[in-house]
């Protein structure tokens, strides 16, 4: 690679070895490509590591090992089908949450707000993607799961109770509670994304749509919005990625239960949360190598969906001005 | 109803709507801050930030070693981190050509999207399993891999920001490429390095899930880098999950205590680049 630098205009006179090396280009040029190539060396480890490890489980169940629905470590029984269900269950709640008041909040602060107060209000969305998981896990486990318990999921109970998703006792903790606090987690990165892809859309379009007398939600809506929609689809994709790998604050209100279940009210379990809580007390390959292919599993779907996402996300900020 | 009335009553009832989202969640913020704030500020006294953790169900103690280990462990983060998130975007940005910076790119964003308990497992795999027991070293390490994303395209993204005509009057002085990096290209965007540094140690002080089978947890002082260590995540998620009343008190002030040095250290870095920005104009 050092040759394929051009530092000075080519001399006719051939260079010493000297010479090449005086001015250090060359050596500078190598040392920082290493530690460029190291974080592309330590990923492609990263995934090698995660097959070879997984390997064992890989072996014995093949691709039962997504479609089985026992969890038995005993038996060395290992069926993933509960953990892939509980995390894309708890990810849709999250996103049936967090995609409507993220997206109406970003509308609010890129078409209607002041440029101050939008700004600060980003700010302050930023500050809390920042906010640690373990934080808003501590706040679901003692503030959020007693209030679902005593008010949230009785009245769901009396209100929406002849539909299969809201039956059984109300814990407080299950399926329902990783999904709030997960929309929680969400909608930071749904407003701050989607808010850039509406600045992005030219003013033009706006004056276009007010000018064939369309009220201000018409133009936002029937405009702007489909002008950025693959921003804000990046956006909700992004979210989902994280949704999916968020571990903390979710194995702390998820109820840790090995079944699946219809109702949104009982226990359940998530991919990330099954390895937190069960990696460290794992005895036996069978088990640690069924865990670690979960984690590959979980590696999988979140690199597939931060792909697309940031794909959609180029695809819009890449056309069309930003508002001046 | 006259349709220009209703059109404009629809108008108005959406934008209020929209209205309405924005201040729910952004009043999530004080809410959270709200509560640890209540639950929290009794409990963080002096024996808080200098007493070790008492035997499990007695009342009292503190969590110094918890937070002198986060100490530790992000220590160790950025020594790895930073170097390579430095020097790695300096290629990016300086040396690199295309097709090989655009490899390196796509892969960070790889990384950046890694799930945390995945990194701790690929820390467990290639550190704690060869040592045979849990240290400090794998604990930074994963958190190291978290933090190297941030580092590198934040300092890529800055470095790109300072203007060619700066490049051009370095070399045209007869310095080397490596001299006009190390005496202008960095000097002038040493504001936004900082503010993607500052971030990289933000993001990685909250972060649990890697630490859980890396550095584990520590009743005690870690007596080398290479025992199990004590940090304030963990320590959060233990108590919080514990039965014990007198525990929860003290996960409430160290939630407190680790949300408030991340958001200072994020309005920290905002206040770092707004500078940046104030002297480059000037």
Redesign the interface.
Known sequence: ?AT??V?APPSSRPRKLGQFWR???H???L???I??????L?????VY??WI?SAPSRAKFGFSFLTGKVWDPVAEQFGALPFIYGTVLTSFLALLISV???V??A???AE??PPRLSNI?T??????A??????????A???MVPLLRQYGEPFLKRTLGFLPLFQGPAYGVGYLAAGLILA?MT??FI?SISREALLAVPREQREAALALGA????ST?QVVVPYARLGILGSIFLAL?RA?????AV??VIGNDTGIHTSLLSPGYTI?AV??NM??EATGDMYLSS??EL?LV??AL??VL??AA?LLILATTGKGSRQP | MDPIARRNIVNKIMLTVTGICTVLTVSTLFLILGYLVVNGWRSVDWNFFTKLPMAAGETGGGVANAIVGSGIVILIAMVIGIPVGFLGAIYLAEFGGKTVPMLIRYTADLLNGVPSIVIGIFAWTVIVVPMHHFSAWAGGFALSLMMIPIGLRATEQFLRGVPNSLREASLALGASKTRTIISVIVPAAKQGILTGMILGVARIAGETAPLLFTSLNNQYWAKSPNEPTAALPVLIYNYAISPYEDLHRQAWAAGLVLLVLVLIANIASRWVLSRGAAVQRG
């Open positions: 690679m394929a630098v530092t001015d250090g280009d050596i500078a040029h040392v920082t490509l530690f460029a190539a190291s974080v592309f330590v990923t492609v480890f990263l590591e995660l490890h409507p008041l993220g109406g909040a509308i609010f602060l209607l707000a209000c700010f302050l969305v930023e500050l809390l920042a906010v640690p998981s373990v934080i808003l896990g501590l706040l486990i003692f503030t929680i909608f930071p407003i009220t201000k939600w018409e809506w990625a999916l790998g968020e571990t903390m194995t702390m990330a390895i937190a990696f460290s865990l670690i984690g979980l590696f979140t690199m931060n792909g940031q």
